[in-house]
């Protein structure tokens, strides 16, 4: 009973690399949403999902991309990272839009 | 813009005493408001949320709208119950406003 799994848990990137991170739920979620958490800021909301092949912008989306050509799966990529995305990123699902999310355990990610 | 303020970083208190944790929200519409909890080592999880007026493991919460808030409740602590509290809003689209925290701390 996975729930939702983030894959790598750590990572070190230099500045301009890009990496994806990898979100999967096994629970037929249709919603799933990326967050970052900030000391002192809670968590904000990057992108989300609603269904498979649909995405939106949440509430910081630029520097950002996501996609969602399967179900299960919801990709965050980082086109060319910089020292101000270093962050703990969460993965979350939900059923419905009224459903609760399930968190994943979090990417935490450090640029350099 | 929406936003959820959670005005103590840390709250300390001890087993047994009352415990209320403050969230603030700003929202012109009619928003829905959660409260996650985070154990220590555990994902971050749904604990109450205000439409269903229910009480878990203890905790109660209701919503004032002429206030603004949804402070989350508990009459006697628990060890049990140090934990991470964020409070949550959905707006009436599918974002959700995180606040930054209260870390509940109980004592023996």
């Known amino acids: 009973n996975a729930g939702v799994t983030q894959t790598p848990k750590f990572r070190v990137l230099k500045t301009g690399q890009s990496m994806t991170l990898l979100c999967a739920q096994d629970?037929?979620?249709?919603?799933m949403y990326w967050y970052r958490q900030d000391p002192g800021m809670g968590l904000r909301l990057i992108h989300y999902?609603?269904?498979?092949?649909?995405?939106a912008k949440g509430e910081v989306p630029d520097g950002y991309n996501v996609s969602r050509l399967k179900k299960q799966n919801f990709l965050l990529g980082l086109e060319s990272a910089a020292p101000s995305q270093t962050s703990v990123y969460f993965c979350?699902?939900?059923?419905?839009?009224?459903?609760?999310?399930?968190f994943g355990d979090g990417t935490r990610l450090s640029i350099l | 813009a929406q936003r959820v303020t959670q005005p103590e970083k840390l709250l300390s208190v001890f087993k047994g005493a009352p415990v209320e944790l403050k969230c603030n929200y700003s929202?012109?519409?009619?928003?829905?408001l959660f409260w996650y909890v985070q154990y220590s080592r555990q994902r971050l999880q749904l604990l109450l949320r205000?439409?269903s007026r229910e009480s878990i493991k203890g905790f109660t919460a209701d919503l004032n709208k002429g206030e603004t808030s949804f402070h989350l409740k508990k009459p006697f602590a628990q060890e049990e119950d140090s934990a991470m509290y964020y409070c949550?809003?959905?707006?009436?689209?599918?974002?959700?406003?995180f606040g930054p925290g209260t870390r509940l701390s109980v004592l023996p």
């Open positions: 979350a699902s939900s059923l419905t839009e009224r459903q609760p999310q399930h």
């Open positions: 629970m037929n979620h249709e919603y």
């Open positions: 999902s609603v269904g498979e092949g649909t995405t």
């Open positions: 929202y012109s519409g009619s928003p829905e």
């Open positions: 205000h439409i």
């Open positions: 949550a809003l959905k707006d009436y689209g599918q974002n959700f406003v």
